[in-house]
């Protein structure tokens, strides 16, 4: 399997980028899915599965070969990504960020990172809710990086039967709808290493945009307890227990 044979989510200009190691980890996720997905199936219902993790974890590939695989199995899946959904584009919700930093300091930053200011929760449960509920046509966002690239698409899913969330929000305590969330962990010097490697936007990121991290992934921290799965970057299984240990030192 390559980028070339992997479908990405529905944000705009995304592009699939597969990592040394990725493919077996998703696969063992994927065995632990499967028999998940069987089940509601069978039962008449659809399943949401939802990754979470840092910038950089591997949410996009991971979501994109479930995707891969369930079709594989012959069953529908759809890829979501949250990314979509803040209210305002990147460069605008890049503004604001600063502008409430620079009012209020980090105390302020930390409160309205993952918001439902910053982040349109409602709708994405909205959508959610209408999978769920079996609506065969659902209206999607898409957001680009410009003013006058946000608009929605109807999707038709009615052979669909997995919803694949993508967003390191998936799992934050304003979401509704998610049968199974799935976090991507990563330490903050992983997560750091990921985004030099990737170079993303062509630079390497500010000593701000690291602060904007390592407060995401607080919050990650603080939600994984409810995670169903957590898997670390080594593709290990960790409880909440493991988890909470391999954490404890790195904020």
């Not at 077996?24 to 028999?35: G, H, R």
């Not at 929760?121 to 959610?128: A, E, R």
């Not at 509704?176 to 990563?186: E, F, K, T």
Request: charged share 30%; net charge negative.
């Amino acid at each position: 399997m390559d980028n070339q044979n992997l479908r990405g989510g529905d944000l705009p200009g995304e592009k699939i980028r597969v990592t040394e190691g990725i493919i077996p980890i998703a696969d063992k996720i994927y065995d632990v899915l499967k028999a998940y997905v069987a089940n509601r199936r069978k039962a008449g219902q659809k399943t949401v599965i939802a990754f979470c993790g840092g910038s950089g974890v591997g949410k996009s590939t991971v979501a994109a070969i479930i995707r891969s695989r369930l079709h594989e199995d012959g069953i529908g899946a759809y890829t979501m990504s949250g990314d979509n959904y803040p209210h305002r584009i990147p460069v605008y919700n890049d503004a604001k960020r600063e502008r409430v930093y620079a009012e209020g300091g980090e105390e302020a930053l930390d409160r309205y990172l993952g918001s439902d200011d910053e982040q349109d929760f409602d709708t994405v449960n909205g959508i959610l809710e209408a999978f769920h509920r079996g609506d065969r046509m659902i209206p999607m966002k898409r957001m680009g990086r410009e003013l006058g690239t946000v608009f929605y698409e109807k999707v038709d899913f009615s052979e669909i039967d997995v919803l694949i969330l993508e967003w390191t929000h998936a799992n934050a305590d304003f979401i509704r709808g998610v049968d199974y969330p799935v976090l991507l962990n990563s330490t903050p010097q992983e997560t750091l290493e990921f985004r030099r490697a990737r170079a993303r936007d062509g630079h390497v990121d500010s000593p701000f945009v690291s602060m904007v991290l390592r407060l995401e992934q607080k919050k990650l921290l603080d939600q994984a307890h409810k995670a169903r799965l957590i898997v670390s970057r080594q593709g290990q299984f960790l409880t909440y227990e493991e988890f909470k240990n391999l954490m404890k030192d790195s904020f």
